[in-house]
């Protein structure tokens, strides 16, 4: 069962341009949403992350909306550059005190940034 | 080196073969994790582990995976009688401490059965 729905699947984006990817959750027991950043033969990471108590989040380039009634957020990349060119994959998490905190991923978005 | 380091970084075995994988967390880290990703998709979940514990475990994770965490320290996934579907990128990733949720991800074992 998929409960964490990332679009699109590709994206290519000019540089300095806005990129914008989606993501919808199904399971109202998340509560932390991280964006993890994935080049070809590394592993994930951490790029931003935001509870549900906050519509936005901003660390440089790079922002996080969030909508909690629509069970929807979404990573922004303000100046996209080149080296921006990676794999992006949005997640989920329910923070229980003593248990595994899983992330759910989405499927990932690959983004291309043109010179 | 501060990282997570997974070996091998490849490896490509036979179908029936057994495989083993090892992660080195980030040394006071003590909760470990197994992800798996296959191509073009995101991680998912197979197992964790709280010190030497094995707390929680996936239903993607069949008779066939064993996962060991001796002395709380690195960690090995052992696959046996290996499938062409379990073809896939064998993530490991630890974070610090209940109230940290950040991973911190290795580079992966990327398992080819041919």
């Known amino acids: 069962q998929q409960q964490v729905k990332q679009s699109p699947q590709s994206l290519i984006v000019q540089k300095g341009g806005i990129s914008i990817i989606n993501c919808a959750y199904e399971?109202?027991?998340?509560?932390?949403f991280p964006w993890y950043q994935q080049f070809p033969g590394k592993g994930p990471a951490l790029l931003i992350a935001?509870?549900?108590?906050?519509s936005e989040k901003k660390e440089g380039r790079f922002t996080i909306s969030f909508n909690k009634s629509a069970k929807q957020f979404s990573l922004h990349i303000m100046d996209s550059q080149p080296g921006d060119s990676a794999t992006y994959f949005c997640?989920?998490?329910?923070?229980?005190?003593?248990?595994?905190?899983?992330?759910?991923f989405g499927q990932g978005t690959r983004l291309t940034i043109n010179p | 080196d501060t990282g997570v380091s997974q070996n091998p970084r490849h490896k490509i075995t036979k179908r029936g073969q057994n495989v083993t994988f090892r992660c080195d967390p980030i040394?006071?880290?003590?909760?470990l994790y197994w992800y798996r990703q296959t191509l073009g998709q995101g991680p998912e979940f197979l197992t964790y582990?709280?010190?030497?514990?094995?707390?929680?475990k996936s239903r993607l994770l069949s008779d066939r995976f064993s996962a060991e965490r001796p002395k709380g320290s690195f960690s090995t996934l052992e696959i046996q009688r290996t499938e062409q579907g379990d073809s896939a990128m064998y993530l490991c990733?630890?974070?610090?401490?209940?109230?940290?949720?950040?991973?911190?991800f290795g580079s992966g074992t990327r398992l080819t059965v041919v």
């Open positions: 990733a630890s974070s610090a401490r209940q109230g940290s949720y950040g991973y911190t």
């Open positions: 399971n109202t027991a998340f509560d932390y």
């Open positions: 935001i509870r549900p108590d906050v």
């Open positions: 997640a989920a998490m329910r923070r229980e005190y003593q248990g595994a905190q899983k992330l759910v």
């Open positions: 040394s006071e880290h003590n909760r």
């Open positions: 582990f709280q010190n030497e514990a094995q707390l929680e």
